[in-house]
């Protein structure tokens, strides 16, 4: 057998795989690192997008969710839960069907794009939505574990944040070093903590002479690591980081002083001009929360001749609502020559 074996098998050194004996993967990882050139000149220095919605199930989750299930199914687990914005919940649906075992997907009713909850219905979850927000249903997983024989796969897992450093290496294996800036988008502010590890570990292997900024940006209407308190009703069109209350909130802390980075806010309207900037510019169709990675580095710019990665966590198919809603209406025309011809300025 040949070609990609998913990230347990191509990076197995880089992880503690003890006690298991069978890998569940979707052959997730080795996704596109695309440089951007018309950022890259809008911005006077080297951009690249690592495109993060070509994995099996359209994110960034899948990288976490395959260390979190191989590791549930190992230690003996039958049935996993998690609180979610969308993506974990599809991601956790799919991992565990393929390890055959049962899941239980907690979503904040009304809160998901609908894409989303369309997978996790369809790998057969068990998808409960909780008249709450993302931050109680999270709440209610966790304390769940107590009284039920289940295992949580939300990014509190420590086998998630393992899974996902494997972002890092990639960008480095194709750059041949780690970029000056990391751009990414925060909400529960895992995968920041989890892409510093990554490039750390490389640092501190020398497959990388220097480590990178990071650069964290959060949604303004779901700001809390910025405003420096809980949100209580976060808000924002970016619903994977409509979050008030991040779990990893102090290792974000920990990354952003260790990397000399910084954690920033940008509006919707950021974020729907980067969303929009992107699929036509760049031709990657990502969804909102992942465009506030570019939107920062427009905002706030970046120095000049820098090599900056921006992350683009998931994929634009997953909501269709925001996709249409923030584009213009395709007119109707009747179906003749004239009324085309009429149409198109002919
Ligand atoms: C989960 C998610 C995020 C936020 O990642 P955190 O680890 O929670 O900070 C950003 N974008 C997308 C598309 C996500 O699914």
């Given at each position: 057998m040949s070609g990609w074996q998913g990230l347990l098998k191509e990076?197995?050194?880089?992880?503690?795989?003890?006690?298991?004996?069978e890998v569940v993967t979707l052959q997730e990882g080795n996704t596109p690192l695309l440089r951007a050139d018309r950022l890259s000149e809008r911005l006077g220095a080297h951009v690249w997008l690592k495109f993060e919605g070509v994995n099996p199930t359209g994110s960034f989750k899948d990288r976490g969710m395959t260390m979190a299930i191989t590791k549930a199914k190992a230690h003996g687990a039958t049935k996993v839960i998690c609180g979610s914005t969308g993506n974990t919940s599809a991601a956790a649906a799919a991992y565990a069907a393929k390890a055959g075992l049962e899941c239980v997907v907690l979503v904040p009713e009304g809160k998901i794009a609908l894409g989303k909850l369309a997978q996790a219905m369809v790998y057969g979850a068990t998808v409960l939505q909780i008249r709450g927000n993302f931050d109680q249903a999270l709440d209610l997983a966790r304390e769940l574990t107590q009284h039920l024989p289940i295992t949580i796969v939300n990014s509190i897992n420590p086998d998630r944040i393992e899974g996902q450093k494997t972002g890092a290496f990639e960008i480095v294996d194709v750059l041949g070093r780690a970029p000056d800036i990391l751009a990414i988008p925060v909400g529960n502010a895992g995968n920041i903590t989890a892409y510093w590890r990554g490039f750390l570990q490389y640092y501190e292997a020398h497959r990388s002479t220097s480590l990178p900024r990071m650069w964290g940006f959060q949604a303004a209407g779901a700001a809390p690591i910025v405003l420096g308190h809980p949100v209580a009703n976060p808000e924002t069109i970016a619903s994977a980081i409509?979050?008030?209350?991040?779990?990893s909130w102090v290792p974000a802390l920990e990354v952003v002083h260790e990397s000399h980075g910084d954690i920033r806010a940008v509006t919707d309207d950021d974020i729907l001009d980067a969303y929009r900037y992107v699929a036509r510019y760049e031709s990657v169709f990502c969804e909102p929360a992942s465009a506030a990675s570019v939107a920062g580095v427009l905002k706030f710019g970046v120095p000049e001749g820098a090599t900056v990665v921006c992350v683009?966590?998931?994929?634009?198919?997953?909501?269709p609502d925001t996709a249409l809603s923030s584009s213009a209406r395709p007119p109707v025309v009747d179906a003749t020559l004239e009324a085309l011809m009429s149409e198109l300025g002919g």
């Amino acid at each position: 057998m040949s070609g990609w074996q998913g990230l347990l098998k191509e990076y197995a050194a880089w992880f503690d795989l003890a006690g298991v004996d069978e890998v569940v993967t979707l052959q997730e990882g080795n996704t596109p690192l695309l440089r951007a050139d018309r950022l890259s000149e809008r911005l006077g220095a080297h951009v690249w997008l690592k495109f993060e919605g070509v994995n099996p199930t359209g994110s960034f989750k899948d990288r976490g969710m395959t260390m979190a299930i191989t590791k549930a199914k190992a230690h003996g687990a039958t049935k996993v839960i998690c609180g979610s914005t969308g993506n974990t919940s599809a991601a956790a649906a799919a991992y565990a069907a393929k390890a055959g075992l049962e899941c239980v997907v907690l979503v904040p009713e009304g809160k998901i794009a609908l894409g989303k909850l369309a997978q996790a219905m369809v790998y057969g979850a068990t998808v409960l939505q909780i008249r709450g927000n993302f931050d109680q249903a999270l709440d209610l997983a966790r304390e769940l574990t107590q009284h039920l024989p289940i295992t949580i796969v939300n990014s509190i897992n420590p086998d998630r944040i393992e899974g996902q450093k494997t972002g890092a290496f990639e960008i480095v294996d194709v750059l041949g070093r780690a970029p000056d800036i990391l751009a990414i988008p925060v909400g529960n502010a895992g995968n920041i903590t989890a892409y510093w590890r990554g490039f750390l570990q490389y640092y501190e292997a020398h497959r990388s002479t220097s480590l990178p900024r990071m650069w964290g940006f959060q949604a303004a209407g779901a700001a809390p690591i910025v405003l420096g308190h809980p949100v209580a009703n976060p808000e924002t069109i970016a619903s994977a980081i409509r979050i008030g209350n991040p779990a990893s909130w102090v290792p974000a802390l920990e990354v952003v002083h260790e990397s000399h980075g910084d954690i920033r806010a940008v509006t919707d309207d950021d974020i729907l001009d980067a969303y929009r900037y992107v699929a036509r510019y760049e031709s990657v169709f990502c969804e909102p929360a992942s465009a506030a990675s570019v939107a920062g580095v427009l905002k706030f710019g970046v120095p000049e001749g820098a090599t900056v990665v921006c992350v683009l966590t998931g994929n634009g198919l997953k909501d269709p609502d925001t996709a249409l809603s923030s584009s213009a209406r395709p007119p109707v025309v009747d179906a003749t020559l004239e009324a085309l011809m009429s149409e198109l300025g002919g």
